[in-house]
């Protein structure tokens, strides 16, 4: 049974900082795009970022270019997502996800309707 499990996620200061991570078992993840999504209240899941397996290719939303860092080290299977200069708009449901089938493109898991997905970890900021 595939499995993917977020950890890391909690309670930060506006401009502060949280580091995600996501673990995937159940079958071989070889050659799998992974990402980040996540969900704030009220609103529709959301594209955050997105690595290929050798972590040569990655892509973000333009909400988080330059502040967030995706990762992945196959070794553990387990995805990353650093997020630095944590803004108002970004405490959410963060939601780790892979795609079913290998060495699909990159940008494919942001509207593909066959990927894995995690339960999701929640990011709140302090007032």
């Known amino acids: 049974q595939v499995q993917l499990v977020e950890s890391g996620g909690g309670v930060a200061q506006a401009g502060g900082s949280l580091r995600l991570s996501c673990a995937a078992s159940?079958?071989?993840?070889?050659?799998?795009?992974m990402g980040w999504f996540r969900q704030a209240p009220g609103k529709e899941r959301e594209f955050v970022a997105t690595?290929?397996?050798?972590?040569?290719?990655?892509y973000y939303a333009e909400s988080v270019k330059g502040r967030f860092t995706i990762s992945r080290d196959n070794a553990k299977n387990t995805i990353y997502l650093q997020m630095t200069n944590l803004e108002p708009e970004n405490p959410a449901v963060y939601s780790c996800?892979?795609?079913?089938?290998?060495?699909?493109?990159?940008?494919?898991?942001?509207?593909?309707?066959?990927?894995?997905w995690g339960p999701g970890t929640q990011v709140t900021l302090s007032s």
């Open positions: 159940g079958r071989t993840f070889i050659g799998v795009v």
């Open positions: 690595i290929n397996w050798s972590g040569s290719s990655t």
């Open positions: 996800a892979a795609r079913k089938s290998a060495a699909t493109p990159v940008l494919s898991i942001v509207t593909s309707q066959r990927n894995y």
